[in-house]
């Protein structure tokens, strides 16, 4: 047997050791462009459910030719595990060898995929956030809430993050952890609305399907940042969505329904609040130049994800070329 037989199988440990944050914040806007562009091939999620657990799990295969990366995410989500003391989202990801499709490796992909959402919002904080943003709202206090808090002071001045959460105890052990690891001022807010009100970025992290976020809320010139997705319902408004510059990072995929599309987004337009144009831009037509972000200081602007398997796979390119130098990892023979 040649050498093509053997699979590189890297650990959480091995992918979080392999992982930058800022080399991943780089490596998105090149995947988001091959996107936009139609270069990659990328079709949308689909799930087999698990309706007695509310839960699926998703397909998420991807081609991005700029980093010549071909990998396949498995992701299951199961919201009931967060009363289990189990993580909500786990996953598998495999990466093929672009030339001839052969199996390269097969990683964790729970610590990717939370990873790589926070890495996507620090994108479009760095496109959309006025330049000046130092307030940083955090609504959730799961693993997406701590992967937004480590990654937007990294693309924005952040001296002050508020986190709030329905759980008061885990936002008030998020700040805590957040001044340790950060060295940010970080404080527990009684409510959604104290931490939001005077926010100049909010990121919504939750599974919450009534809204977290409420125009009313948001003062001229925010930035907001929401991944969380639900069949429900969307945790903002559709105040805000109808008010803001809306940016995706595919307009197919944010638009289509559960489990690829944002309720935030395709509930209005059913109940014909917003029309699908009322999307200005993906990210990846941000960064090409054929569209523009923020153009004055008062615009509310709104980056609504749903994850795309480009994401993935940038970031499984990254961890894979960093364990071949270091070594991470165990070479397993099919």
């Known amino acids: 047997m040649g050498h093509d037989s053997f699979v590189r199988v890297l650990s959480r440990l091995d992918v979080e050791s392999s992982l930058d944050l800022d ?51 498995l992701v299951s989500v199961f919201p ?19 030339q001839t499709g052969a199996p390269l490796a097969v990683m964790d992909g729970g610590y990717i995929t939370a990873t790589r959402t926070a890495a996507g919002s620090a994108l479009a904080t760095r496109l959309l956030a006025r330049q000046d ?32 959460g329905r759980d008061a105890a885990r936002a008030a052990a998020l700040a805590k952890q957040l001044i340790e690891e950060l060295g940010i001022h970080a404080t527990a807010a009684p409510g959604f609305e104290d931490a939001i009100r005077g926010a100049d970025i909010v990121c919504a992290t939750t599974h919450s399907p009534d809204p977290v976020v409420r125009r009313e809320w948001l003062v001229p010139g925010t930035h907001v940042n929401s991944v969380g997705v639900n069949p429900a319902g969307g945790e903002l408004d559709a105040e805000t969505v109808r008010d803001s510059v809306v940016v995706v990072e595919w307009r197919p995929a944010a638009l289509a329904p559960y489990p690829s599309g944002a309720m935030d987004l395709t509930a209005p337009i059913r109940d014909g609040v917003i029309s699908e144009d009322h999307i200005h831009a993906e990210i990846g037509e941000l960064l090409s130049g054929e569209k523009s972000g ?31 130098e270091s070594g991470a990892g165990v070479e397993v023979e099919l």
């Open 23 to 73: 080399e991943l914040i780089e490596a998105l806007a090149p995947a988001m462009t091959d996107l936009s562009s139609g270069r990659a091939s990328v079709p949308l999620r689909v799930a087999a459910l698990v309706p007695e657990q509310s839960g699926i799990l998703g397909a998420m295969p991807g081609y991005l030719p700029s980093s010549n990366t071909l990998a396949a995410k």
């Open 80 to 98: 009931h595990n967060d009363g289990r003391g189990l993580p909500t989202h786990q996953a598998l990801i495999a990466v093929f060898d672009a």
């Open 133 to 164: 943003a130092s307030v940083l709202a955090i609504v959730g206090s799961g693993v997406q809430a701590h992967a937004h808090a480590r990654a937007i002071p990294r693309v924005r001045p952040v001296m002050e993050i508020r986190v709030a």
């Open 294 to 324: 923020r153009t004055d200081d008062e615009q509310i602007t709104l980056y609504k994800s749903v994850g795309v398997a480009v994401q993935d796979a940038a970031a499984a390119a990254l961890v894979l070329a960093a364990a071949a």
